[in-house]
């Protein structure tokens, strides 16, 4: 079967860093995307990993490792516009069917 | 270069009814994936279309339907709605040219009464 976890909700404070984990378990795998969506808005692409290590692209950064099924994102210097959920999706073989988890909520207190 | 384009943006309908949704994908792509996400939720994958072909399919019972056309636009067609299918339908253009990332539309809120 298919299986993407990420925790429901975090909560972190303006300014600071967060890492928001994902594990997976898919019969294949071509890829990792995160994805950030504000509530009633459509997801918008933020990073993709395909080999293991990290990726950085300014205040975000996202890690994988394929032997452990693991990635996560990591967001510093926190800012109110953050607040948003943050979804992890893999790319199975080679067609371009994502798979999603269910998407982590990040609360951004000042 | 224009984006991906999806209409209507709200849409209310009565269980038993049919609905049409559509989109227009980014230029230079040629694949679009159509999306259900319920509130809370993960986005769940319809099907998807490759130059005007289906090219996977998800979960959905055969009265979720589509279609791409030469350009590349698409349809999702919902017969006999029933109150579980009210959510947010996200459509997603990709392609090669972009690594395969997928870029979605604002999405259709779909409400079933």
């Known amino acids: 079967g298919q299986n993407i976890d990420q925790p429901t909700e975090m909560t972190a404070t303006e300014g600071a860093i967060v890492q928001i984990n994902c594990t997976y378990q898919?019969?294949?795998?071509?890829?990792l995307f995160w994805y950030q969506q504000h509530a009633g808005e459509a997801p918008t692409f933020l990073s993709y990993?395909?080999l293991d290590g990290l990726e950085e692209k300014g205040r975000f950064s996202s890690f994988l490792s394929r032997s452990k099924g693991y990635s996560y994102l990591l967001l510093k210097e926190l800012q109110m516009k953050d607040s948003a959920s943050y979804l992890c999706?893999?790319?199975?073989?080679?067609?371009?069917?994502?798979?999603w988890g269910a998407g982590t909520k990040l609360i951004i207190k000042p | 270069e224009t984006g991906v384009t999806q209409s209507p943006t709200h849409l209310i309908k009565t269980r038993g009814q049919q609905v049409t949704l559509r989109c227009s994908s980014q230029?230079?792509?040629?694949?679009v994936s159509w999306y259900q996400q319920a509130l809370g939720q993960g986005p769940q994958f319809i099907f998807q279309?490759?130059?005007?072909?289906?090219?996977g399919r998800g979960n959905f019972p055969p009265r979720f339907s589509g279609l791409q056309f030469p350009n590349y636009s698409s349809e999702l067609n919902v017969n006999a709605l029933e109150l579980d299918d009210s959510a947010l339908y996200l459509c997603?253009?990709?392609?090669?040219?972009?690594?395969?990332?997928?870029?979605f539309g604002p999405g259709t809120r779909l409400t079933v009464l």
């Open positions: 990993n395909v």
């Open positions: 898919t019969s294949g795998f071509n890829g």
């Open positions: 999706a893999v790319k199975k073989d080679s067609n371009y069917q994502l798979i």
């Open positions: 230029s230079g792509h040629n694949t």
């Open positions: 279309y490759y130059r005007e072909e289906e090219n």
């Open positions: 997603a253009s990709s392609g090669t040219s972009d690594g395969d990332t997928q870029y």
